[in-house]
């Protein structure tokens, strides 16, 4: 496949290792990406309302033009796939917001929601596949013990997202497994860390990140691995546990870190 690289604001500033690593691994790899010319932010919270239609139209810049490039979106940030992936589901099924959005933007040819949009570890997954992956790998993390937390955005709403199973997800499992580590499977993975209330309610995120923290400690995880740089941000101010990004460990198994 050919993709469309969206990084996202997050991963230019904060979270520069989540990007970093995906191109070394992608050039690794020998994926066809290219990255944004000109992109903007995609929001970082996905609108709720049906009428707030400004708050959609950087992602739709965004999905049209990778119809133009005539590539699949990518993205690594769970907040940008969050927002891209339910936008675009947006325009394809509601004709109110398409025509409004379409009016707003002025483009050439309207946008109906025709681009894909994958996550890095779907691109893993289902173009390059774990089996292949594995062959790639020159330094196996043999003997790490790692925790795969999810958190939310990458899974729900589920219908839209269709990223993997809501309730039990296996993608970050049996990405830990191809770069040669053991997955530790613990019942906070999928839980919400709270960090979009950071700023409002600090106690709140620190309790709900020591449950997850705990819960992966007590099934015997080392450390844990993230896509969110929000969760991986609130989950660290718990230090009891290394977070990675995920793309740093498959730097470092593919021998690009």
Not at 15 to 29: F, N
Not at 184 to 190: D, G, H, L, T
Request: hydrophobic share 40%; net charge negative.
């Amino acid at each position: 496949m050919e993709y469309l690289y969206y990084p996202g604001c997050t991963l230019k500033t904060k979270a520069k290792e989540l990007d970093a690593y995906a191109v070394k691994s992608m050039k690794a790899l020998g994926v066809d990406f290219k990255e944004f010319d000109d992109w903007q932010c995609c929001g970082a919270v996905y609108p709720q309302a049906k009428d707030e239609i400004a708050a959609r139209l950087s992602s739709i810049r965004a999905l049209d033009e990778a119809r133009k490039e005539k590539r699949d979106l990518l993205t690594i940030c769970s907040a940008c796939f969050h927002v891209m992936k339910r936008v675009n589901f947006d325009i394809a099924s509601d004709i109110d917001i398409r025509t409004k959005a379409n009016n707003y933007l002025e483009l050439d040819i309207q946008y109906a929601g025709e681009s894909k949009v994958f996550h890095f570890l779907e691109m893993l997954r289902d173009d390059i596949g774990f089996d292949k992956l594995k062959n790639h790998v020159v330094n196996p993390l043999t003997g790490r013990k790692i925790g795969a937390y999810y958190g939310c955005l990458l899974l729900r709403p589920s219908d839209v997202m269709q990223f993997d199973d809501t309730e039990n997800p296996t993608i970050i499992e049996d990405f830990i497994r191809a770069i040669g580590a053991e997955p530790i499977v613990y019942s906070y993975r999928n839980e919400c860390c709270g960090s979009y209330s950071a700023l409002k309610n600090k106690d709140l995120v620190q309790n709900l990140s020591r449950n997850i923290i705990n819960s992966a400690i007590q099934k015997g995880a080392e450390s844990l691995i993230t896509a969110c740089p929000l969760c991986r941000y609130g989950l660290m101010q718990n230090d009891d546990l290394p977070v990675y990004y995920f793309t740093e460990l498959l730097a470092e198994a593919l021998g690009v870190k």
